[in-house]
Nanobody, 127 residues
């Protein structure tokens, strides 16, 4: 089982940047996909982006394409979400998702592809 812990959330003005981190502990994850999702109370959990840990390939949701970037540090078992040019509509609780072997992932943007989730970290964008 994989345990995930997010950090780095906070409050920022529109146009600002934040860096979120997600540390994975537990079983091996080297062949996994790990993703970021976000959720606003009363709405669905929205896919932000995914990174495939074996080769570093990434993919992003349309709402964040070109502004957000996911990267990894294999030694630290950590993935990152660099968020730039933040907008008020990016305000949400951000969750790290994992424990999803790449070979079994059909659609990375479906939350049920992932067996493990962190508790989330809040991001608030306002002036």
């Amino acid at each position: 089982q994989v345990r995930l812990t997010e950090s780095g959330g906070g409050s920022v003005q529109p146009g600002g940047s934040l860096l979120l981190s997600c540390v994975a502990s537990g079983t091996s994850i080297s062949d996994n996909a790990m993703a970021w999702f976000r959720e606003v109370p009363g709405s669905w959990r929205e896919a932000v982006g995914v990174i495939y840990l074996d080769d570093g390939d990434t993919d992003y949701g349309d709402a964040v394409e070109g502004r957000f970037a996911i990267s990894q540090n294999r030694h630290k078992r950590t993935i990152y979400l660099q968020m730039n040019n933040l907008k008020p509509e990016d305000t949400a609780r951000y969750y790290c998702a994992g424990d999803a072997p790449r070979a079994t992932v059909g659609s990375w943007y479906h939350s049920d592809e992932y067996a493990s989730w962190g508790r989330g970290t809040q991001v608030t964008v306002s002036s």
